[in-house]
């Protein structure tokens, strides 16, 4: 089992800033590969970003690319995602989640309970 804890969520006027982070503990952190999704009310969870064991790769969704930045420190068990450039759109519950495989056609094994982003107009 892997457990996750997100934090660093809070409220921030568009155009600000704001760094989440994720806590791992568990089996290894450096065997899986971390993402991070979210989720507004009434709409379903979309993802975010994702960064592979090593950190030598990472992927965005084309609405949070050029402004947010995933990172990890496998030292640390922990994997962050830097927001810049915050829009009201960006406002939703994050979740930081784990997985055995880079790759996009493998599921999501563990998840965290999310912290929530607001960002106001």
């Known amino acids: 089992q892997v457990q996750l804890v997100e934090s660093g969520g809070g409220l921030v006027q568009a155009g600000g800033s704001l760094r989440l982070s994720c806590a791992a503990s568990?089996?290894?952190?450096?065997?899986?590969?971390m993402g991070w999704f979210r989720q507004a009310i009434g709409k379903e969870r979309e993802f975010v970003a994702v960064?592979?064991?090593?950190?030598?790769?990472?992927s965005y969704s084309d609405s949070v690319k050029d402004r947010f930045t995933i990172s990890r420190d496998n030292a640390k068990n922990t994997v962050s995602l830097q927001m810049n450039s915050l829009k009201p759109e960006d406002t939703a519950v994050y979740y930081c989640?784990?997985?055995?495989?880079?790759?996009?056609?493998?599921?999501?094994?563990?998840w965290g309970q999310g912290t929530q982003v607001t960002v106001s107009s």
């Open positions: 960064i592979s064991r090593s950190g030598a790769m990472t």
């Open positions: 989640a784990a997985k055995y495989s880079y790759s996009s056609a493998v599921a999501y094994d563990y």
């Open positions: 568990g089996r290894t952190f450096s065997n899986y590969a």
